[in-house]
T-cell receptor, first 113, second 115 residues
Framework: SQQGEEDPQALSIQEGENATMNCSYK?????LQWYRQNSGRGLVHLIL?????REKHSGRLRVTLDTSKKSSSLLITASRAADTASYFC?????????????FGTGTLLAVQP | EAGVAQSPRYKIIEKRQSVAFWCNPI?????LYWYQQILGQGPKLLIQ????????DSQLPKDRFSAERLKGVDSTLKIQPAKLEDSAVYLC?????????????FGPGTRLTVL
């Protein structure tokens, strides 16, 4: 079953604008990760935020995590046409040796040039 | 550094036929994962190996799916017999350190169409 749900399901913006995607999950987690998937290509890891962190930055990406609300957001600033892709959040509940990720349903981002 | 390799990239078969997918993880990565991604959904973990042992196969339909990782390196995933609902992209991923919050590196996937 899917742990996370992304919102919105689809988002269309103009180049240069910011894009915000949200992820909600159901159970406690060890960490939350965001991945990008371009059309016809594999998943690429973007950023990992641990349960004891509230905000993390990587280049034009900013991720926040609110464990009390069981939600996370991914902000892409100054978007480019190349950012067009599906974005997935994935939760790792930790415990033992499994490092098992449960992916959400994804947000399809279209950046218009 | 070479990434995760998968083959074939595409496969079309008829229902009740058999199919096998191959994965070569990043060199030195102890953990290997197989995911199923149905169109419009996120990937779902089918099986996870640590070296050549199975760590988690709770979501693997064992009546028709099987997987092995011989010598703790390459892995194959087999479906026998295939059903229409098996149409999906099968993704292989690997990570370096077992039991840690490691980045998983994904291959390009195999797109399976069952007619």
């Amino acid at each position: 079953s899917q742990q996370g749900e992304e919102d919105p399901q689809a988002l269309s913006i103009q180049e240069g604008e910011n894009a915000t995607m949200n992820c909600s999950y159901k159970t406690s987690i060890n960490n939350l990760q965001w991945y990008r998937q371009n059309s016809g290509r594999g998943l690429v890891h973007l950023i990992l935020i641990r349960s004891n962190e509230r905000e993390k930055h990587s280049g034009r990406l900013r991720v926040t995590l609110d464990t009390s609300k069981k939600s996370s957001s991914l902000l892409i600033t100054a978007s480019r046409a190349a950012d067009t892709a599906s974005y997935f959040c994935a939760t790792d509940r930790g415990g033992g040796a499994t490092n098992k990720l449960i992916f959400g349903t994804g947000t399809l981002l279209a950046v218009q040039p | 550094e070479a990434g995760v390799a998968q083959s074939p990239r595409y496969k079309i078969i008829e229902k009740r036929q058999s199919v096998a997918f191959w994965c070569n993880p990043i060199s030195g990565h102890a953990t290997l994962y197989w995911y199923q991604q149905i169109l419009g959904q996120g990937p779902k973990l089918l099986i996870q190996f640590q070296n050549n042992g199975v760590v988690d196969d709770s979501q693997l339909p064992k009546d028709r799916f099987s997987a092995e990782r011989l010598k703790g390196v390459d892995s194959t995933l087999k479906i026998q017999p295939a059903k229409l609902e098996d149409s999906a992209v099968y993704l292989c991923a690997s990570s370096l350190t077992p039991g840690r919050a490691d980045t998983q590196y994904f291959g390009p996937g195999t797109r399976l169409t069952v007619l």
